[in-house]
């Protein structure tokens, strides 16, 4: 089926935002789209309007667009698209047509260090443009994919807002199992003991390959994990890494292989952001890798440490940018509890993470299913 084809400055009203990224606020009342691929917030709205938000500039140059309808902000720097003519676009449909060119963006962008898309590239876009009624029909069957994967991403949540409630609950307020019966001594509970993270787990750092050498990378199905992995995840739980490494590679470097569910700590740049993978993965040099010496302990060490992420960043030093040493790392102090307690938050909370880790791969096989069907509704390959 040929698609009548329009140019995206014909079609569509290009607006940008207007505030620095430093607006945004943690907990505020309305999204802020920023070139960030996560959405932030702020308390402060400027827009209520159906629209697709594109980043201006991209360090990667890996765009992705996002819909979103309602009352939201914007940095200067992004893109605001809404439909210039509603009986001829559905500003939905323009999303699922932006994001099935990502490419073709990434080729036209400009910059070296960082990648740049202008009104006049995004003007002369080539948008396919089927009637609105076959518009209407594609996004009705992307959007329930679409549904799907949001409904899950919410679940993942409340799933890891109960693992660090029952956190603070047992270990905080210290409200754990058999506590009427245990007796507190300055603060802590009787049998408990300190500790420094040097005592209860190993500590590795990681490596980068030689970029140079394309063998360390090409058809590598090593899971080679780096910060942007993380702090770009929407939950603790990882599956998958943008880049692999070849066994070459991992050879040829100081990154090493990590046991599956490793604790992951960004400890460069970006401080103090946590992942725990289902499977072996190595990391670059940005992270301090946490591998409990006893299983008992991994669940509690994890929230232990999300729940000082403040404290962490602040032993963090450098002038260009912040990093945690290990050996600063290690030397923190840790609060452990009685064995039998350590095992029961483990099996409480691990049952949690396997949940997460469903509700992450049933995510996957979500965004899959969607990503190869976009194309070929997109080309009128598949009727609707």
């Known amino acids: 089926m040929k698609w009548k084809i329009a140019k ?97 963006l990434k080729t036209m962008s400009s910059g070296s260090t960082t990648k ?34 949001e409904n899950n991403q919410k679940q993942i949540k409340l799933l890891e807002e109960a693992a660090q409630r029952i956190y603070k609950e047992w270990f905080v307020d210290l409200r754990f199992p058999g506590y009427e019966n245990t007796k507190i001594v300055d603060g802590v509970p009787e049998e408990w003991r300190v500790a420094s993270i040097a005592d209860i787990c190993d500590t590795v750092g990681g490596g980068t390959p030689s970029t140079k050498i394309q063998s360390y990378y090409e058809k590598g199905d090593i899971l080679w994990v780096t910060p942007t992995d993380i702090t770009r995840n929407f939950s603790l739980a990882l599956l998958d890494t943008e880049k692999k490494i070849t066994p070459e590679g991992l050879k040829n470097s100081s990154a090493k292989m990590l046991p599956a569910e490793t604790i992951l700590m960004t400890s460069r740049a970006s401080v103090g952001f946590f992942g725990m993978c289902k499977y072996e993965v190595c990391t670059n040099q940005g992270f301090i890798s946490c591998i409990p010496k006893r299983e008992n302990l991994q669940m509690y060490l994890l929230f232990n440490l999300k729940s000082r992420v403040e404290e ?73």
């Not at 880790?357 to 096989?365: D, F, L, P």
């Open 8 to 104: 995206l400055g014909k079609i569509a009203i290009i607006k940008t935002g207007k505030l620095d990224s430093n607006a945004a606020v943690i907990g505020g009342r309305y999204p802020f789209f920023t070139c960030d691929p996560n959405t932030l917030s702020i308390d402060v709205w400027a827009y209520d309007t159906e629209a697709v938000l594109l980043a201006g500039n991209n360090a990667s140059g890996n765009y992705t667009a996002k819909y979103y309808k309602g009352k939201f902000n914007a940095y200067q720097r992004t893109y605001i698209i809404e439909s210039a003519n509603e009986e001829e676009l559905n500003i939905r449909y323009l999303c699922y047509a932006l994001n099935q060119q990502l490419r073709l």
């Open 116 to 149: 740049f898309l202008t009104v006049r590239m995004l003007d002369n876009l080539d948008i396919p443009l089927p009637s609105i009624n076959i518009q209407t029909e594609i996004v009705n069957i992307l959007s329930a994919y679409d549904d799907l994967i």
């Open 312 to 384: 962490i960043r602040q032993k963090a030093g450098g002038s260009t940018y912040l990093e945690i040493s290990k050996t600063v790392f290690r030397e923190l102090k840790i609060i452990l509890p009685k064995d039998e307690v350590l095992a029961e938050y483990q099996k409480n909370v691990h049952d949690i993470f396997d949940e997460i880790y469903c509700r992450t791969e049933m995510i996957k096989s979500l965004v899959d299913m969607r990503n190869r069907l976009l194309p070929k509704l997109m080309s009128g390959e598949v009727e609707v």
